[in-house]
């Protein structure tokens, strides 16, 4: 079976303590109860979460959602987000079966980055290891007025911000995340392709601005 890999690289640094690390936490659920609602998604989708702060590390492996477990998430240090890259290269690298010859390979994995604030260790390195990777879709998240959408344009093309960083706000986001994977999940089930760019994700609620 050809997996669809979901990658979750979320900022937990001192700056998410609170109701940003609560909406984070929440939102983590509610994206994946509603994807287990989803037959095309229960099929495909397979999601990891990776934390960053003053470290980076990988909170859950590539697991299929019907045994995917809700990590305990908290908020601390700093905001290694080049650590966080890097770490995510290793685990795209480690975990997707690449095609050969004989069989094809995983779809192309999608990527949700989010974070809060500017990054305080050479994101530069972790940058050029993880664009090194094949991966699909890459949506990086600027939540609240701390977060350098410019910094995060040099990551993807596809860059979102939050006004604010509050309950509400990362919770449209984390709905709006479950109806990207959904929409993907679908593509591939339906017509075998990987999706290939943000207009054929559903459009983002009225909390989530694309930066242009």
Do not use: H
């Not at 770490?87 to 690298?93: F, S």
């Not at 990086?140 to 911000?161: F, N, P, R």
């Not at 109806?179 to 999706?195: F, P, R, V, Y």
């Amino acid at each position: 079976m050809r997996r669809l890999p979901v990658y979750l690289l979320l900022d937990t640094s001192g700056s998410m303590t609170g109701e940003p690390i609560e909406a984070v936490k929440n939102g983590v659920q509610v994206l994946v109860s509603t994807l287990r609602q989803d037959p095309y998604a229960l099929e495909t989708a397979f999601l990891s979460v990776i934390t960053f702060d003053s470290t980076a590390q990988q909170l859950v492996p590539l697991t299929d959602l019907s045994s995917f477990q809700i990590p305990e998430i908290k908020a601390s240090g700093g905001t290694s987000l080049g650590g966080g890259l890097s770490l995510l290269a290793q685990c795209i690298e480690r975990e997707v079966a690449k095609s050969t010859a004989e069989i094809k390979g995983d779809w192309k994995p999608l990527v949700f980055i989010m974070t809060d604030g500017a990054p305080t260790d050479n994101w530069q390195t972790g940058l050029q290891e993880f664009k090194n990777k094949k991966v699909g879709i890459v949506v990086a998240c600027a939540a609240g007025g701390g977060a350098d959408s410019s910094l995060l344009k040099q990551i993807t093309e596809v860059v979102v911000a939050l006004d604010t960083a509050d309950a509400t706000t990362i919770k449209a986001f984390f709905k709006w995340v479950s109806a990207s994977i959904s929409t993907g999940s679908q593509k591939i089930e339906d017509g075998g392709k990987d999706l290939g760019g943000i207009s054929e994700l559903p459009p983002p609620p009225a909390e989530v601005n694309i930066v242009v």
